[in-house]
């Protein structure tokens, strides 16, 4: 798993701009359908959320499984939820996962780009 950060990290300072928007044509296609730019009941809105804690959005109610997971949404973290999402937080209530790793390193970097 951590080689996979670390390849995502590097691919996201490497390609920057091009990779993230990469991304952005992704999570509209995976991800836009419950991730708007408002949260909603589904999911929380997705701005800043690269570095920021986990479950910290204070206009979302999140499952008790990320409630206790402890940290930031690194890009380990992001990577590691992105790949199998109950893996990461038994309990979650995402049902999408990103299978593919360089379908996560461009979406990672597009959540890099929500400020």
Same mark, same amino acid.
């Given at each position: 798993?951590? /080689? ?11 390609? %920057?701009?091009?990779? *993230?928007?990469? %991304? ?12 708007? *730019?408002?949260s909603?009941?589904?999911?929380? *809105? ?7 804690k986990?479950?910290? /959005? ?30 990461? *937080? ?13 379908? /996560? ?11």
């Amino acid at each position: 798993m951590l /080689r996979y950060a670390l390849a995502a990290a590097a691919l996201s300072l490497a390609a %920057g701009p091009a990779l *993230a928007q990469d %991304g952005a044509a992704l999570f509209n296609m995976q991800c836009k359908m419950c991730h708007q *730019a408002a949260s909603t009941s589904l999911a929380p *809105a997705l701005t800043g959320v690269a570095g920021a804690k986990i479950a910290a /959005r204070p206009d979302f109610t999140y499952s008790p499984a990320l409630k206790a997971k402890d940290g930031a949404w690194t890009d380990a973290n992001l990577d590691a939820y992105l790949k199998a999402p109950m893996a990461f *937080a038994p309990g979650t209530r995402m049902p999408v996962s990103v299978p593919a790793d360089d379908a /996560r390193a461009a979406i990672i970097a597009y959540l890099h780009s929500l400020k």
